[in-house]
Each structure stands twice: as C-alpha cells, then as structure tokens.
C-alpha cells in the first residue's frame, strides 16, 4: 500500500475573488491599477461639492455591503436598515454629548449595540420569513427611531445634536479629504470581511439557506444559527456606517434615517446586482449620484423659483429607476455589464473559429 503524502495547508489571501480573477490577466491588472490611482487622485483634483460626493457614496458604500450580505447572500429580508444606522449614529452622539466619550470608545460601543440588535432584529427570522419578516424588521426600525427620536426631543432640547471631529492618534480628523482616505480605508476593509466570509463555511452555509432552507437543514446546517450570525454581522457593520457618518457629517438627527433611506438601501442591492459584492458598491454609487444628477438637470429648466418641482421629479425618477430594474434588468447593473462583456467577446471571435 502507498501512503499519501498529505498536501501542505493552503492559506487562503484575504482578497476579494472578482479581485484575483483581475490579478490573473494582463489586462485585469492594468484596470486595477488604473483604478486604485484614480481613487487616490480623486481627493486631490475634486472639487468640495464633488468630493462630498465622493464621501457620500464610500459612507453608502459600507451600508449596502452589509445589507447585500444579509439579504443578497444569506436571503434574509430587512427594512430595519435606516434603523440600525440611526442607532449607531445616536451611540456616538449619545457618548459624546452624555460622558464626552472619545472616538476609540464610542464607536466600538456602536459595534456592540449593533451586534445586539441584529441579535433582536434576527430572532424572529427563527420562525418568520418572506413577507412577515419583512414586516417585524420594519417594526423595530420604528421602534429604534422612536426612541431616538425622543432623546432627541426631551434629553438633547435640539433639533440635531453636535459632534466634535474625531481624535485619532493626537490628531484630529477634520476636512473632506482627510475623510475620503478613512473613509475608502473602511469600504477596503469592509469588502475584505465580507468577501472572506463568503468563501468560509459561513458562506457556504449562507448561500444553501438562501437556496432552500429545507434542503440546507437536512445537509446538517444549523438554520437558525447561521440566520442569527447573518442579521448580527450586518447589523453590526451597519451601526458602524451610521458612527461614520456622526463623525463625518458632525451632527446627528433623527431626521435624516427616515424609511425612505431604506429603501434606497434595497434600490442598492437591487439596482446594483445580488449577490454580489461588486454590485452593492455600484449600486451604491449609482443611487447616491442618481438625484444629483436629475436635479443638475431639472433646476436649470424649472428655474430657482420652484425647487420643489425638482424634488418631486427625483423622487418619481427613483421610482421609475426601480421599476425599470424589476423589469427589464433584474440581474441589475452588474448583469448588465457582463451580457456586453459577453457580446463583445462573442464579436472579437473571428467567424472561422466559431464551431457548429
């Protein structure tokens, strides 16, 4: 008998694999590199309008990843999104107005009430599921606001509450620019941890539940567990995004986690392309430019005099935007650009070579 020399361990690399498939070609390193050096350029040819932008979209960047993994990957439906953000924002903006708390405490604070809420917010996916679950995230979203909303009014006596600009290292982080760079630096590390979840047994585990639950608990995967572990990973990211933006905006309000950012949240996954990690970071950018744009084009034809002809018109577009998605491209904007992938290889094909 021969014995089998056993294979030394393989150490995956924490590298997202849409990423290594780009490694692996000439052609797909060239495109990284021009990316990665138009991202760095981007804070310093921007202007301030046009890199609040950019803060915009990387601040969103971070949320809709976390809500792709829990509702792209591990099929578990949410509208408590715009909560968890307020929930997180309020912890830093509690802890610092209450006990001056720095940032190296209030927002790891943000990730353990996070994680303890995506805890709640899951328990019910125990036993509910499609619509009804929907139904019971949708209700502690409106729990989590109202309580805010209260601190808010009685406690704060304001309308918003201030936030002093984050001490990091003995020095403050101020300025749009400084922000873009830490900001990108949590998108960078964001994506990682979620890109190798997706290639661990949780994963794996992940993507038989969204499959079909029956099927994935008679391969010996426990359900309920791997759901408990999707809802507090992404609620814990999410109240992380909402610290972000407490510290980057320098104010919180209830005002600003209203349903509808919600549901631009979902237009994110949706618009962009689940599963996948590169379409919550498309659509992401895709829904925070959306109403920019429209406006840029609207004001100037209504006149200064009626803004708020715009904002009606925006808000109809986002609606018209989504249905056309549903309709005509479910795949969303990453399906998109991979059928033109497709059509443009299938051209460059010359017509000898094609086999019957």
Known sequence: MFSRTPRPATRRLPIPAWVLRAI???RGRLGLAVGAAAL?????????????????????????LALMLLTGFAGQISLGHAGLMAAGAFTVGIAYKE?????????????????????????PSVRLRGLYLAVSTLALHFVVIYLCGEYETNRAMSSAIMVNA????????????????LLLAAVVVTLILCANLLRSRTGRAWGAIRTNETVAAAMGINVPRYKLLAF???A?????SGALFAYQRGFVSVDAFSFYLTIQYVAMIIIGGMPSLAGALLGATFIVLLPHAIQGVLLP?????????AFAAI?????????????????????????????????????GEVSE
């Open 315 to 351: 808000y109809a577009a986002f609606g018209a935007v989504m249905i056309f998605f549903l309709m005509f491209e479910p795949r969303g904007l990453l399906g998109a650009w991979r059928r033109i992938q497709r059509r443009l290889r299938f051209k460059r094909v010359p017509l």
């Open 40 to 64: 760095l350029v981007i804070p310093f040819v921007a202007s301030s309008y046009e890199l609040d932008l950019a803060n915009q979209v990387l601040l969103a960047s971070v949320g809709a």
């Open 301 to 309: 034809m209504l006149g200064a005099d009626n803004p708020g002809s």
């Open 24 to 26: 692996a070609s000439r």
């Open 236 to 240: 814990t990211v999410t109240t992380v």
């Open 232 to 234: 507090v990973i992404s």
């Open 166 to 181: 984050p001490v990091v290292f003995g020095h403050q982080i101020y300025g749009d620019r400084i922000w873009y760079f």
């Open 99 to 123: 006990f001056g708390a720095p940032f190296w405490v209030a927002l790891p604070a943000s990730a353990v009430l996070g994680a303890m809420l995506g805890l709640i917010f899951g328990l």
